[in-house]
């Protein structure tokens, strides 16, 4: 099949430049989209290894960014979800009669695969060095060193051809404008689920923005005990209430007792009268559970399980195989795909590593982060705070700097979220918890909130703002914390 396609962003800058062009055959494109759509295997071996901007036809291009997106949302390859997916800028018509004209895999796709990198490469060349060494030989003034220099690279451009990561600018500027057409649409916006940390109460302005975006990573953080975990599932239920995927990796308290959990915070139950039992000959009845309350249990559990599924820990189960960071991480990927969760949360994410030396565990955190970036996916990632550094300050609040592990914590995240029970630490009553917003990307930070806390309930609501003064340089170690709060109760 041959048509007529729009010519390439490279051919289309240049030839108005009246610089070099790089004719290229669409053919090769053809040929790698049609295997990709008539089988699965293929499709996702290509996906791994052929970006969108390897695509010099425009139109290609943005048929194989749709492609790519219908994996990573975990969705089955159809004309019409594709369409769905990518909008009008699909022409599904000609999609169809591509593959109409190439039902079957080619024995001879490497052949093609081959020579799709190459004609990535020669347009690489020509928008990158070539240009560069011609704008210098024509530049007078040019350092005879640096033109030397761009010659040997043009030589260099063309090795590995297949492993280029430069982008597309036009690309770059049609995600760019597709973010800001998202934000006029109010679609960019991302919530927690948890009313007070998503907004300020006082006034409706969002305080998390954009909040748990596709791509991003948030660190939840406190101490043993600190209201994590139950913070954790307010944000699960609340993304699931939004009709967004979960996948819930339960590491600390296991998936049947995390969801418990849930269904007790959404329907108001005290965790408590789960297992009140009356003394004596009555010592095995509940008062409080009846055979009515575990269907509406059991119902609640199912409409959450709509939208939030649970990944089981396989870490340190296996045996006779050879473990490593990487390989844990593999599987974590691996579901995270099988899953087509929006929102991956990891409680306690150390536990899927084999290696937690500061080295390795930023290495890990960095390919989580690569990870979410590549599958569209948010992280929220549970870790505690440094016990001895706790122990050691008057001030008991989390801090960025007192997170356990590696400084890359501080550096992957997009936000980081402190929980904090002040009834841990001194007498006063359990009837409040605190967040503190210690870093987001985005927004404003540092930022207090308070909150009216159930422990038996598991509830958390309102939000009231906390001031903050900012330490000084050359503070004591007590008083050098992220935030220290004025006013309070």
Not at 116 to 131: C, E, M
Request: glycine share 8%; aromatic share 8%.
């Amino acid at each position: 099949m041959r048509r007529k396609l729009k010519e390439s962003t490279t051919e289309a800058s240049n030839a108005a430049a009246g610089e070099v062009t790089v004719p290229h055959d669409p053919t090769n494109e053809q040929v790698i989209i049609a295997a990709a759509c008539v089988d699965v295997e293929t499709r996702n071996f290509l996906i791994d290894r052929v970006s969108p901007d390897a695509m010099l036809a425009e139109e290609h291009r943005v048929i194989w960014h749709g492609i790519r997106e219908l994996k990573y949302r975990n969705l089955d390859f159809d004309l019409a979800t594709l369409q769905r997916i990518a909008g009008d800028k699909v022409n599904v018509k000609y999609l169809a009669d591509l593959i109409k004209a190439r039902p079957r895999l080619p024995e001879n796709l490497k052949f093609h695969l081959d020579a799709l990198f190459w004609d990535r490469q020669r347009a690489v060349a020509v928008t990158g060095p070539i240009a560069a060494l011609v704008q210098a030989i024509r530049n007078p003034r040019e350092a005879p060193e640096r033109i030397r220099a761009l010659a040997r690279a043009v030589a260099q451009s063309f090795d590995g051809h297949g492993s280029s990561f430069l982008i597309d600018m036009e690309e770059v500027v049609r995600e760019a404008v597709a973010n800001l057409h998202e934000r006029l649409d109010g679609f960019a916006i991302y919530p927690f689920g948890i009313e007070g940390l998503d907004m300020f109460i006082q006034n409706g302005a969002r305080r998390m923005i954009p909040g748990a975006f596709p791509g991003g990573i948030t660190v939840v953080t406190g101490t043993p005990g600190s209201g994590k975990s139950t913070s954790v599932a307010h944000m699960a239920l609340g993304i699931g209430r939004q009709e967004r995927r979960v996948l819930y990796g339960a590491w600390e308290v296991q998936a049947a007792m995390t969801l418990e959990i849930m269904a007790c915070i959404s329907l108001g139950w005290k965790r408590s009268d789960l297992y009140d039992v009356e003394g004596g000959d009555a010592a095995t009845k509940n008062q409080f559970l009846t055979r009515e309350r575990i269907v509406e249990m059991e119902e609640r559990m199912h409409a959450i399980s709509k939208y939030i599924r649970f990944l089981r820990n396989p870490f340190r189960r296996r045996t006779g195989q050879k473990v490593s960071n990487a390989t844990n991480l593999d599987i974590v990927q691996e579901h995270i795909a099988d899953s087509g969760c929006e929102v991956f949360i990891g409680d306690l994410w150390f536990r899927c590593l084999k290696d937690t030396s500061p080295d390795e565990e930023q290495e890990a955190l960095f390919r989580q982060q690569a990870m979410c970036e590549e599958m569209g996916v948010h992280a929220i990632l549970v870790q505690q705070q440094r016990s001895k550094d706790i122990e050691q300050r008057a001030d008991k609040r989390p801090t960025r700097e007192g997170i356990k592990g590696s400084g890359a914590w501080t550096e992957v995240a997009d936000n980081i979220i402190g929980v904090h029970r002040p009834a841990l630490w001194k007498r006063v009553p359990d009837d409040y918890l605190e967040m503190f917003i210690l870093k987001q990307r985005f927004g404003k930070w540092p930022l207090g909130i308070e909150f009216k806390w159930d422990a038996n309930r598991g509830s958390i609501e309102g939000g009231a703002d906390i001031d903050y003064e900012q330490p000084g340089e050359g503070s004591d170690m007590d008083t050098k914390i992220m935030n220290t709060v004025k006013g309070k109760r």
